[in-house]
């Protein structure tokens, strides 16, 4: 079956501007995170989804940070006013369920420069 | 703080050798451990993983052993292949948590 898919694969926008980032996850799946892994460092947890419960937001660095997750499925990661140290890849991933050891599905990635 | 560690940011083994990608934490609350394999422009995949009630858990080519008492964590590939190079990330959770923490990755280099 198909994978998380996420849009667009690259932007490249201005300091300042607002951006949408796109997930789809593996149809089924319902539980959803998003990551971004800056360079030469590892994944950092931004926020997950389970279901319709309250999202875990612990992760976002800061309030031009959010993320929304429509009807249990499609996501939606906006970064406002973006700044050049938003500068990173994101990364969407999907899981069966919110459990301690589901294996997390990893989709591309959106690859972000803020200039 | 970095709760996962890993400390050779890159390494280059001859095909047909071992590998052996090393990780440590620092979290002693973390009780499910995994590894993920990465190649350019694409995510994650998932490769193993262990839970803390084991210490060792093998598939194929890949065993992944957990020392819980120095905190240490290491994938072993054998024999090693040139498909097997890309970036490997080690990643620990909670029992009952949802998010991974990763460490910062290893980039192997398979050599033919």
């Known amino acids: 079956g198909a994978g998380v898919s996420q849009s667009p694969s690259n932007k490249v926008t201005e300091k300042g501007k607002d951006v949408e980032l796109r997930c789809d996850p593996i149809s089924g799946h319902t539980a959803l995170y998003w990551y971004r892994q800056s360079l030469g460092q590892g994944l950092e947890f931004l926020i997950y989804?389970?279901?319709?419960?309250?999202?875990?937001k612990s992760g976002l660095p800061s309030d031009r940070f959010s993320a929304e997750r429509t009807g249990g499925s499609v996501s939606t990661l906006t970064i406002q006013r973006t700044q050049q140290e938003d500068s990173a890849v994101y990364l969407c991933?999907?899981?069966?369920?919110?459990?301690?050891?589901?294996?997390?599905?990893f989709g591309p990635g959106t690859r972000l420069l803020v200039l | 703080d970095q709760q996962v560690k890993q400390n050779s940011p890159s390494l280059s083994v001859q095909e047909g050798r071992i590998s052996i990608l090393n990780c440590d934490y620092t979290n002693s609350m973390f009780d499910y451990f995994l590894w993920y394999k990465k190649y350019p422009a694409e995510g994650p995949t998932f490769l193993i993983s262990i839970s803390s009630i084991k210490d060792k858990n093998e598939d194929g080519r890949f065993t992944v052993f957990l020392n819980k008492s120095a905190k240490h964590l290491s994938l072993h590939i054998v024999p090693s292949q040139p498909g097997d190079s890309a970036v490997y990330f080690c990643a620990a959770s909670i029992q009952g948590a949802q998010k991974l923490v990763f460490g910062q990755g290893t980039r192997l280099t398979i050599n033919p």
């Open positions: 991933a999907s899981s069966k369920r919110v459990v301690g050891g589901e294996t997390q599905y």
């Open positions: 989804f389970q279901g319709n419960s309250a999202p875990d």
